[in-house]
């Protein structure tokens, strides 16, 4: 079974450019999050989907990020515009429902200059 | 004061060892409780899983919940250099609406097994 995607692997950009990341869950779940984890501390959850619709972005920054899961499978984060303090891995994870085991894929490595 | 408290560490012991890692939490709301482990530059994989109180074994891993007194621990029995890792403790809460589901992550705890 193939685990959750995440792409690109690695990014770098200046303050106040743009970046988006991607993530693709495990076929069937249902679930999907995107999590932020600065070097040094455990994942913090930016926002939770259960299919296309939003369950939990309380602790996304809303002025400046963004989410959309269209059609209830893959999902986009986008940041825009991008500060220091965003430098950090970005975590996708999937799950099959909300109360189920969690599945991570390997993160995407932001690095704003 | 954060909701999840873990030593960070860096934890070095030798190859054979017996590991203990330990979280503290102040939410009582919490009742699933795990245990992550996350090697160098890949997601965390779900290592131990434990509702309420108790213990769990799985192999050498042992995982204790004491609830009345807000501590999780994740035993680790002749621990090998391959359990080098960043082992994270995760807690959620049996309630319904937006918090069902939503884990809480400790920051992390190093740890590197030398042979």
């Known amino acids: 079974e193939a685990g959750v995607a995440q792409s690109p692997r690695y990014k770098i950009i200046e303050k106040r450019q743009s970046v988006a990341f991607w993530c693709n869950p495990i076929s069937g779940h249902a679930t999907l999050y995107w999590y932020q984890q600065i070097l040094g501390q455990g994942p913090k959850l930016l926002i939770q989907f259960q299919n296309n619709g939003v369950v939990d972005d309380s602790q996304l920054p809303k002025d400046r990020f963004s989410a959309e899961r269209l059609k209830g499978v893959d999902s986009t984060l986008k940041i825009q515009p991008a500060k220091l303090e965003d430098s950090a891995v970005y975590l996708c994870?999937?799950?099959?429902?909300?109360?189920?085991?969690?599945?991570f894929g390997p993160g995407t490595r932001l690095l704003v200059l | 004061q954060k909701e999840v408290e873990q030593d960070p560490g860096p934890l070095s012991v030798p190859e054979g060892a017996i590991v203990s890692l330990n979280c503290t939490y102040s939410?009582?709301?919490?009742?699933?409780f795990m245990w992550y482990r996350q090697y160098s530059r890949k997601g965390p994989e779900l290592l131990m899983y434990t509702y309420s109180s108790g213990n769990k074994e799985d192999g050498r891993f042992t995982a204790q919940v004491d609830k009345s007194s807000k501590y999780i621990s994740l035993f680790i029995r002749d621990s090998q250099p391959s359990d080098s890792a960043t082992y994270l403790c995760a807690m959620s809460a049996n309630a319904g609406g937006t918090s069902y589901g939503k884990l809480t992550f400790g920051q992390g705890t190093i740890l590197t097994v030398h042979p």
């Open positions: 994870a999937s799950s099959l429902g909300i109360k189920e085991t969690q599945y």
């Open positions: 939410n009582s709301a919490f009742q699933y």
